[in-house]
């Protein structure tokens, strides 16, 4: 019985010094965020490659970031509005629940990037990329999608817009619903 206990102590402790090496390695909440925020400002100081990086809930919203290279990045619930992203590639990035108003993305590559519950109303993406990129439940009022490549009802199926909204010829978006 004794033997059992000490194993079972063991066991715990052992467990209890891997998630404290993971704490350690991953940081507290509060040291991530300043991570983040300073891999924003790298990137709002014209850091061009961000390849993957954490930039997880920063505000990058009025910012001129042309020719960055975000992909991969984490960009989940970041503040993106009306700023300017003109031949940036996100390509692979999950951008899900950001806020991207009246963003200006020109030339820019957004395939195979998770946009679900992203709100890109107003948005201007003249000639972006948008192959197997996912729309779940993302908000593209008013949004210029005219001449982006990739673009597929397919996709489409899973977002709203309103009569503002810009498509290719032959696509359509379901109006969205006012909460």
Known sequence: MLTRILIAVAAIGAMSLTAFA????????????????ATAQRLIDGEKACTGCDIFQVDLSYQELTSRDLSGARIRQADLSLSTFDRTKFAGADMSIVNAFGIKAEDADFSNVNFED??????????SKFHLARFNNTNISGSYFEDAEGLTQFQLNTACGDEFTRLPAGLIVVPCKIQ
Do not use: C, D, Y
């Open 22 to 37: 993971q704490t350690r390695e991953h940081g507290t909440p509060e040291q991530n965020a300043v991570a983040r925020q």
């Open 118 to 127: 992203a709100t890109l109303v107003g948005g201007w993406f003249s000639k």
